[in-house]
């Protein structure tokens, strides 16, 4: 845009309507530039002013004119079509965009040169420091995830600091920025904070160092009493309701609310925090706390739904807060359930009581872990049957918040992958194990601070392996279905992997499911200097993008393992039993489901309807409400999906009844 100085005539007008500067040959403006459009104004150092033509329409149906009124500016670039009205203090130091509109505000300013919260080190798990993560505008859940974990690779982590340290130097500046069609309302003081496009603050108490990465397709929104300090907020994030947010990483989509209080942690895709506290968590997608008395703490978290009450402890009262603990994906606590941490709890696993012997059932996936008469009885496998584990797998990509095209983070919603089915074969030999070692007639096993019954070490087992069936069918077909096939050649070539990446363990890399040989890679190359921080980006996106080829290699092995041959040498005989295997998988697993769905409309569950009449009130209450079972919707889901996969295992039987 180019800027003029004012004419004497504008001087002279604006000077009559209230305005008053230290130097009006230090004020430009617009070519265009209208002077009654300005007025109580006091202006300071150097600034430039554009155009106001139009009208900004406020909520409640309100217009006003763009311009600047009862406001004192130093050091401003205000642009197009702007509002600026009732600036208690002043605005310093700022680049203000086109159609932006600021009303009511204690005072916006850049003190000093600034970053803007990137480069701001987060002491996530350990409170007692060694884990701090350099927060940064384009920080995403698998590299903090490497940064979290990887410590073990010092030159690694040094190489990735110095990356993050260098990108923060890009964006330090003395000037503050606020983004085109942004809205600030009744606000108090912000203080080095850079605003991007479309973001609304309404009622916001407080914001010092930080970056709202707000844009038109995800504006950002931060509601009254809100109070941030060392922060990175990305896109499409919402909070409000005097929540307190301090030296945190607020990833795409994520929603704090109703007091909530966070800090040194990093939450990132989905997340949601209302009432409850976080201190020194790293949250992985769609971490979830609704409740008060909720404290989680020094945890490492993703796709977690916490109980009221769930709390933590990283405090032995010897050495400091320096304890932490692991809950992979999935986990659910459920109300007052407490942890003492270390501890790591299984994938998808359910934790209720209190725990305080240190339990790792990181093997054991799908799990109950349930307290009694103060020990830890664990239940291996039982969560697989539940009807929660499926609903919760089904509504994960449904509550997808991010709208933003540029996405930070690689999220795999599959419940069943090589990350939990290689737990699950572990934990079918673990379970083995115990029984051979303590004896097939021992009442309860002993395992890593855990006790497991007999009878619930038998049911584990032949769940993971209807789980491992199930997977290892679904990975077939999906290859069988892939192109067309007329002989056993065909088959053989077909199933033939495309790569050898993808054998050995997986990891979750806070939603990113890969192979461990690939993040591997990724660290060397890292720590010989041959990556960008977009290229670290890049690579995630593609081990996201091949997935399923990688899922293959790993199952085809696993196949072999069963088949006992090589994958150019299984015969029909051997897929036939295999499609069989995983029908009959498929259909036990949801009748299981379906039964679990069933507790929810049984007697019990009635208790408390129809309350001032007979039996028959309840019921009629209950399905009003309620309604039946069999209209249920998910319960429908159900048993289309027992028929549909019925008629899919049927269909491959036919297809592989051809000749050698």
């Known amino acids: 845009m180019v800027f003029r100085k004012l004419t004497s005539a504008e001087i002279a007008q604006m000077e009559a309507q209230g305005c008053s500067a230290k130097d009006w040959s230090e004020v430009e403006v617009a070519q265009d530039f209208d002077a009654r459009y300005v007025r109580n104004a006091a202006f300071s150092g150097h600034n430039k002013i554009g155009a106001f033509h139009r009208e900004i329409a406020l909520p409640g149906g309100l217009s006003v004119h763009s311009g600047i009124y009862n406001a004192t500016l130093h050091n401003c670039e205000v642009g197009d079509d702007a509002h600026l009205y009732n600036i208690h203090n002043y605005i310093a130091n700022y680049r203000i965009g086109r159609n932006t509109c600021i009303e009511n505000v204690n005072a916006i300013l850049v003190d000093g040169r600034t970053t803007f919260g990137n480069g701001v080190r987060v002491s996530v798990m350990n409170e007692g420091g060694g884990r701090e993560i350099p927060i940064f505008n384009e920080l995403s859940a698998s590299l903090a995830y490497i940064l979290t974990l990887y410590r073990h690779r010092p030159k690694m982590i040094h190489e990735l600091e110095r990356m993050i340290d260098d990108y923060a130097e890009r964006q330090a500046s003395e000037t503050g920025y606020i983004g085109d069609h942004v809205r600030i309302l009744n606000c108090g003081s912000i203080k080095n904070v850079r605003i991007g496009d479309y973001a609304e603050l309404s009622g916001v108490s407080r914001l010092k160092n930080g970056t709202v990465n707000s844009n038109q397709a995800a504006p950002v929104r931060l509601g009254s009493g809100v109070k941030c300090t060392d922060f990175i907020i990305a896109s499409g994030v919402e909070i409000g309701d005097s929540t307190l947010v301090g030296k945190c990483f607020v990833g795409q989509g994520c929603i704090f609310d109703k007091h909530y209080s966070a800090e040194e942690s990093l939450f990132f895709s989905n997340c949601q925090g209302m009432h409850g506290e976080a201190c020194a968590i790293f949250a992985g997608p769609y971490s979830v706390t609704h409740h008060k008395s909720t404290l989680l703490i020094a945890g490492m978290f993703s796709f977690l739904n916490a109980g009221s009450g769930s709390n933590q402890s990283n405090h032995m009262y010897k050495l400091g807060p320096i304890h932490q603990g692991i809950a992979e994906r999935g986990a659910k606590t459920t109300s007052d359930s407490y942890l003492l941490w270390p501890s790591k709890v299984g994938a998808f696993s359910l934790v209720m009581g209190r725990h305080t012997h240190h339990a790792d059932t990181s093997d054991l996936p799908f799990s109950y872990l349930i307290e009694n008469n103060s020990e830890s009885y664990l239940v291996p496998g039982a969560n697989l049957r539940t009807v929660g584990t499926i609903r919760d797998a089904q509504k994960w990509p449904k509550r997808d918040n991010r709208k933003d095209p540029h996405k930070l983070d690689m999220i795999n919603f599959n419940l069943l992958s090589p990350y939990t089915v290689q737990k699950m074969w572990r934990g079918r030999e673990v379970l083995n194990e115990l029984q051979a070692l303590s004896g097939e007639n021992t009442e309860v096993y002993g395992y890593k601070n855990c006790k497991i019954r007999n009878s619930s070490l038998r049911h584990g087992r032949e769940l993971y392996t209807i789980g491992i069936q199930k997977f290892l069918g679904n990975s077939l077909i999906s290859r069988l279905e892939k192109s067309e096939w007329h002989t056993l050649d065909d088959i053989h070539a077909l199933l033939r992997p495309d790569t050898e990446t993808g054998l050995g363990d997986w990891v979750d890399m806070a939603g990113l499911i890969a192979p461990r040989s690939e993040v591997t890679r990724l660290a060397d190359e890292i720590e010989q200097g041959r990556l960008t921080l977009e290229d670290i980006q890049a690579r995630f996106e593609q081990m996201h993008a091949n997935y399923y080829s990688y899922e293959w290699t790993w199952a085809c092995e696993k196949l ?69 079972f069999e209209s249920n919707s998910f319960v429908k889901a159900v048993l289309e999906h027992i028929e549909k996969k019925s008629r899919l295992g049927e269909r491959m039987m036919e297809k592989l009844k051809i000749k050698n």
């Open 560 to 628: 072999e393992q069963v088949w006992g041959c090589r994958v150019e040498e299984v015969t029909l005989e051997q897929l036939r039993k295999t499609v069989k295997e995983w029908q009959e998988a498929v259909v036990n697993l949801d009748h299981m489901v379906y039964n679990d769905a069933r507790k929810e409309f049984d007697l019990n569950s009635q208790t408390g309807f129809g309350v001032d009449g007979d039996r028959e009130q309840a019921e009629a209450d209950f399905e009003e409400v309620r309604g039946s």
